[in-house]
């Protein structure tokens, strides 16, 4: 592993773990966006008169709720 210059008082390897918690979180709000657009465009197409309508509704209210937690925990990274 490279060397990353930090300030002083910071451990390298420390630094390392939280950039790659935050590439994690980065690549799964990515995800959960790009899911969401999907879920809302079949709904909106007709989806929502599927038996499966209900179901994709609540995936895109827990997903949403994930990626405001996502945002919370990158905003406060």
């Given at each position: ?28 709000y ?48």
């Amino acid at each position: 592993m490279s060397v990353l210059p930090v300030a002083s008082g910071v451990d390298n390897e420390e630094l390392c773990t939280i950039l790659r918690k935050f590439a994690v979180h980065s690549v799964f709000y990515v995800l959960c966006e790009k899911f969401i657009f999907l879920l809302d465009s079949w709904l909106r197409r007709g989806g929502a008169q599927t038996r499966y309508g209900e179901r994709a509704r609540a995936l895109v209210g827990a997903l949403t709720q994930i990626t405001c937690i996502i945002e919370d925990i990158l905003n406060n990274a």
